[in-house]
């Protein structure tokens, strides 16, 4: 059933190649240069009338969720407010019949986020799903919605599923762009042929495993790490963080890097391990000058940085390349070597990797 991985979390995130193209199958036709989304197009009107759109999620779906606001707002020029589903349900928030309501969740069955989005139906916005679990309580609530396709995931920290979130929302932020009129049809055009190029960049990125192993002894007795990115990659910081805490029990903590210099680089000394992401495309100067004062402080630096790439070499005790993308693209490869970096400390540490101490993967109560 593990299909030869010693856990299922191993095998999930081996599985995204494949399950990110089965999120995109016969929704993204890159020949006719459309994009296919029932879900959207019965809504169109919806969608284009809105002021503005609410996400609703809890942990790594808000993560994606973060993801998607920086998509929305870049690519189809729609208001994005992201919102825990626990907080945004006990607000007394202000919903309007104008507002839309995307909630995320891969199970479909979580509590909170079942909530929020019976609060956004009572107070007339249009709610429309991103669940996994085809069937589920939230998939149905919803007004209308877009399955994420990746299978199931058994693994309690969630791998495949957030990577498919951000596929699935990629789409939609892409067909609202192309009905809005705020991306050319060439441009468009470039995003589709890019995005179907990534479950190839998946594949090389999972190819840096070996080294993630080495980088992963180095860093396993930490008691803290930081986690840093800007920009689309400051939510894949956060995500980063959450993996290693939920499986290894390790401490730590996701920043906008530009945060830095507001508090916690008052923590940086020779124990702190800084995971920066600093891909070529979006801030990468800024990000670099980030990495020098976390270097100048000496901190312990490892670089997520495009293939090829030379000034954080120079700068970082290890650099983990993934291949190069757009820049809205990049938390899709960004997040792997983070992935794989959080399961091999875990098991080094011999943690109980599928299921973490004290959570349950679908989290049904508040
Ligand atoms: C983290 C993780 C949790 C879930 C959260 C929401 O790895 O799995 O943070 O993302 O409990 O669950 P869903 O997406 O099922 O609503």
């Not at 007004?143 to 498919?164: L, W």
């Not at 402080?297 to 993934?322: F, Q």
């Amino acid at each position: 059933e593990k299909g030869g991985y010693d856990h299922f979390m191993l095998k999930e995130i081996y599985e995204q190649p494949s399950a990110i193209l089965d999120t995109f199958r016969g929704r993204l036709l890159s020949n006719e240069a459309i994009i296919k989304m029932a879900g959207v197009e019965d809504n169109m009107k919806k969608f284009l009338a809105a002021d503005r759109i609410i996400i609703v999620a809890c942990g790594t779906s808000w993560h994606a969720g973060l993801v998607a606001e920086y998509i929305f707002e870049d690519l189809a020029r729609i208001p994005v407010e992201v919102e825990y589903a626990s907080e945004f349900r006990y607000r007394n928030p202000v919903i309007t019949e104008k507002d839309i309501v995307i909630a995320i969740s891969q199970s479909g069955e979580t509590a909170d986020t079942l909530a929020a989005i019976k609060l956004a139906k009572s107070k007339g916005a249009f709610v429309f799903g991103v669940c996994n679990v085809v069937g589920s309580t939230i998939a149905r609530e919803t007004d209308a919605g877009a399955y994420t396709h990746a299978g199931p995931e058994i693994g309690v920290a969630s791998t495949k599923a957030f990577t498919t979130q951000i596929t699935v929302l990629t789409l939609i932020a892409l067909r609202l762009a192309r009905a809005k009129g705020t991306m050319s049809s060439s441009e468009f055009r470039q995003h589709l042929i890019e995005l179907e190029t990534i479950p190839s960049k998946v594949e090389e990125a999972l190819k840096s495993d070996a080294y993630v192993q080495t980088v992963a002894e180095i860093y396993k007795d930490s008691k803290n790490c930081l986690y840093l990115g800007r920009g689309y990659n400051f939510p894949v910081a956060l995500e980063g963080a959450l993996k290693l805490k939920e499986i290894s029990y390790i401490h730590a903590e996701g920043y906008p890097a530009a945060e830095m210099k507001h508090g916690p680089i008052a923590l940086i000394d020779e124990q702190m391990p800084v995971f920066v992401i600093a891909t070529k495309m979006g801030h990468y100067e800024k990000v670099v000058s980030n990495i020098q004062e976390i270097k100048s402080r000496k901190g312990k630096i490892i670089g997520i940085v495009t293939k090829g790439d030379k000034s954080v070499k120079e700068l970082a005790d290890h650099v983990i390349e993934v291949p190069e993308t757009l820049e809205c693209l990049t938390p899709l490869l960004t997040t792997i070597p983070l992935q794989l970096l959080s399961y091999h400390i875990a098991v080094m540490l011999d943690k109980n990797v599928d299921q973490p101490r004290n959570l349950a993967k679908s989290v049904t109560v508040e």
